[in-house]
């Protein structure tokens, strides 16, 4: 008896071992280390796999690229980057060719529509401002708002600054994502409260609210915070470019007025996306012409076209774009990757704008459609507003 006891009482510590390994993260293989210039080694530990490959957005091409890992003596995959600059990068693994496997070493990811990765910032530099450092940090709500267009209650993040306390008004930015993105897509992906914090904090912007809004007007949430339940997030929904969400979004500014402290009125407005969002923001922007007085267009899709086709959103588009600037504007902000798919219709837009005569200011950056120009670009955006 004495014997079954202490054989019980084994096993059970072994199991409670092992189960405080897995909890306090006692896996032996490391990934990513990061070294002291800055290269990263990934491991895998796949001793059967017959080929292992890192995806990720630090190797060359246009939106990242896929190289190669080699199998040591005990069965770990491993390779080795150059020195990287300072910046957040996502990876995965290509295991056997089964795309999408996640770094059992590494527990922090993101998700990007469909597609979860594993992520790690490099400080040092730009990625400094998206790390959560010892400042002064901004609050996150998620409020709904009813949106009487499409008969049911939306989702919307809101960020409001440290200094959001008391009875002082704050000026907002309305801070829109692209397609396949959600409310949740500039909080999880473009590190957005880090950078608000940041430069708030180090006294390089002013202290704002940011709405982040869901830009498919046919959802009510983000994936898993809606009604509909767990669906698989897509880029092929409906109703994101044909002129709903513009004629929706006063609903929005009147709501956020009516909810937070905001100076509600046009020099304290500020619209800013990317992609699909810079293609709203310039289309609501130029639709309300005394709404808002700063506007950024990041890798912004530009030109109007199928979808497109019938709506009175998107009709004498030019006409309304020139009413915008007569009726005055701040800043006018454009960015783009010189490798961009849209770069082109980028710089035929701009093209048409000088050609009438209207003020800009133009960022260009090497690289794709990526989330790391995204960063870049708000933290470049947010120093000009509110001045």
Request: with cysteine.
């Amino acid at each position: 008896m004495k014997k079954l006891t202490f054989l019980a009482v084994a096993l059970m510590m072994s199991v409670a071992a092992m189960a405080q390994q897995a909890l306090w993260g006692g896996a032996a293989v490391v990934s990513p280390e990061v070294h002291p210039d800055n290269s990263v080694t990934f491991r895998y530990n796949a001793p059967k796999a017959r080929t292992v490959q890192v995806v990720g957005d630090f190797i060359p091409g246009d939106n990242g690229g896929t190289v190669a890992m080699t199998q040591n003596d005990k069965g770990v995959w491993e390779y080795t980057t150059e020195p990287l600059a300072s910046e957040l990068y996502s990876y995965s693994f290509i295991v056997d060719g089964v795309r999408g496997v996640s770094d059992p070493s590494n527990v922090y990811q993101i998700r990007d529509v469909a597609s979860v990765t594993n992520y790690f910032v490099i400080g040092g530099g730009q990625g400094d401002l998206y790390l959560n450092k010892d400042v002064p940090h901004g609050s996150i709500h998620k409020d709904w708002y009813y949106c009487s267009q499409e008969g049911f209650n939306r989702r919307v993040t809101v960020y409001t600054p440290a200094a959001y306390d008391g009875k002082k008004r704050f000026p907002v930015l309305y801070l829109l994502h692209g397609i396949g993105g959600d409310e949740e897509a500039w909080m999880d992906l473009g590190r957005a409260s880090q950078i608000l914090d940041n430069l708030i904090a180090s006294g390089k912007a002013e202290p704002m609210i940011v709405v982040m809004t869901n830009g498919n007007i046919s959802q009510q949430a983000a994936p898993g915070y809606g009604p509909e339940g767990f669906v698989v997030p897509s880029m092929g929904l409906p109703k994101t470019m044909e002129g709903s969400f513009e004629a929706a979004f006063p609903e929005v500014v009147k709501f956020i007025d009516g909810k937070y402290r905001t100076i509600a009125k046009k020099s304290s407005r500020a619209i800013a996306g990317l992609s699909m969002g810079g293609f709203h923001s310039m289309q609501i922007s130029k639709e309300y012409p005394d709404m808002f007085d700063y506007v950024g267009l990041f890798s912004a899709a530009l030109s109007v076209g199928g979808q497109q086709a019938g709506s009175p959103i998107y009709e004498n588009v030019d006409q309304k774009v020139d009413t915008q600037f007569a009726k005055g504007l701040k800043l006018y902000w454009i960015a783009c990757g010189n490798t961009d798919f849209l770069y082109q219709n980028n710089l035929n837009y701009m093209a048409s704008l000088k050609e009438r005569g209207h003020d800009y200011i133009y960022y260009e950056t090497g690289g794709g459609h990526i989330w790391r120009n995204w960063r870049d670009y708000l933290s470049k955006f947010l120093p000009q507003l509110f001045k």
